[in-house]
Nanobody
Framework: QVQLVETGGGLVQAGGSLRLSCAASGRTFSWYTMGWFRQAPGEEREFVAGLTRSGESTDYASSVKGRFTISRDNAKNTVYLQMNSLKPEDTAVYYC??????????????WGQGTQVTVSS
């Protein structure tokens, strides 16, 4: 089992940037496909971005494509979400997730506690 801890959330003005980090512990990090999800108040949790074990293949929600970049450093057991050109509609709790299956899309098995991102207009 893997444990996930997100950091890097906060308050930022529209047009600004934030980088979220997710530190993993407990099992071999490079075994896991990693993803970022978000949940806004009153909304369902939605997929934001994901990448494969090696980091060679990524996928993004259409709403963030071109603005957000997911990456990983397997030596540091960490996955990142670089968020640029932030919009008020990006406001949400952001969750890091992991799974052993190799497909980026679909259900994830392990979740962090979430970090709040608030974008002011």
């Amino acid at each position: 089992q893997v444990q996930l801890v997100e950091t890097g959330g906060g308050l930022v003005q529209a047009g600004g940037s934030l980088r979220l980090s997710c530190a993993a512990s407990g099992r071999t990090f490079s075994w896991y496909t990693m993803g970022w999800f978000r949940q806004a108040p009153g909304e369902e949790r939605e997929f934001v971005a994901g990448l494969t074990r090696s980091g060679e293949s990524t996928d993004y929600a259409s709403s963030v494509k071109g603005r957000f970049t997911i990456s990983r450093d397997n030596a540091k057991n960490t996955v990142y979400l670089q968020m640029n050109s932030l919009k008020p509609e990006d406001t949400a709790v952001y969750y890091c997730a992991a799974k052993l299956r190799s497909v980026v899309l679909g259900p994830y098995d392990y979740w962090g506690q979430g970090t709040q991102v608030t974008v002011s207009s």
